[in-house]
């Protein structure tokens, strides 16, 4: 699974050390809505909530920032990360990515950010990281937006999943490369991306079929009555839709000529007809 499929971004405060011309962290102090309930995670302490873990983590790692243990505060941002979703904690793991040159896994966190609630400067800071990332992998890959109907899907190239889902914009390198998009309860699409340096790689976007089979079926039900299938009303008289393969609870609903009744049917693979029209009660 993703490492967030759900991030909920809250005001940040800028604050923090610097490397080179650009800040390896920034010190965003952020005060969750609500709080996360606590996991059985080593990372938590005895009547800690998540999200103050989440909290604690991150000023740790910025700490070892300070001391230039990089390896160990991506290793303290991330496990923030997974306790609860801090804004400030993508941006620390996407700026010790790219303080380790790790550029093509540090442009998703950069991205991520943007989405975030960032003042002029944050947003400048950010924006610079992410154009260095871009600078540094444009002989090798291409940015391209990836989006899915449904939203919300984990985004695989190749054989490497991001971490943040769709719509997101990610870097595909060029040549050929499989770009997956799933969601639970729908079929896997992959498509085919092929670019080159002249030849820049198109957006992705995919509408992704139910996982589940289903099949044609129309529902005739009397004159001027409602047509209710599974609870719900799908029009009047004459419904033709696509359903899932089994059991299904037809209503027709009561007219001048007839009461309201319903009937049991099972779709089955083929096209399926059912026709209640006459039925009187």
Excluded: W
Excluded at 80 to 101: D, R
Excluded at 144 to 170: A, D, K, Q, Y
Excluded at 249 to 269: L, N, Q
């Amino acid at each position: 699974m993703s490492l967030l499929k759900f991030c909920k971004f809250h005001s940040l405060l800028l604050g923090v050390a610097v490397l080179a011309s650009f800040p390896a962290s920034f010190a965003l102090a952020q005060t969750p809505e609500t709080s996360a309930p606590a996991q059985a995670d080593p990372n938590i302490r005895p009547g800690e909530s998540a999200d103050r873990a989440a909290e604690r983590l991150n000023e740790e790692g910025k700490k070892l920032v300070a001391t230039g243990k990089y390896e160990e505060a991506l290793d303290k941002f991330r496990a923030s990360l997974k306790l609860f979703p801090l804004s400030n904690a993508i941006f620390n793991i996407g700026s010790m990515l790219y303080t380790l040159k790790q550029y093509e896994d540090a442009h998703p966190y950069l991205e991520q950010t943007l989405k975030a609630p960032l003042d002029p400067r944050q947003r400048e800071i950010v924006l610079s990281y992410l154009d260095n990332v871009v600078q540094a992998l444009k002989l090798s890959h291409a940015a391209i937006v990836v989006e899915s109907n449904p939203p919300g899907g984990t985004v695989i190239i190749n054989t490497r999943e991001l971490p943040f889902v769709t719509p997101t914009r990610v870097m595909v390198p060029y040549g050929t490369s499989d770009v997956t998009v799933q969601v639970a309860g729908f079929k896997p699409q992959t498509v085919v991306v092929a670019s080159s340096r002249s030849n820049p790689p198109k957006d992705v976007r995919v509408r992704l079929e139910r996982d589940e089979p289903d099949a044609p079926a129309s529902v005739r039900c009397p004159q001027g009555a409602d047509v209710f299938v599974d609870g719900t009303m799908r029009g009047f008289e004459l419904v033709r839709d696509r359903l899932l393969l089994g059991q299904h609870v037809i209503r027709c609903g009561k007219t001048m000529e007839s009461k309201a009744f319903e009937r049991t049917v099972t779709v089955r693979s083929g096209a399926n007809a059912y026709d209640f029209s006459n039925v009187t009660k």
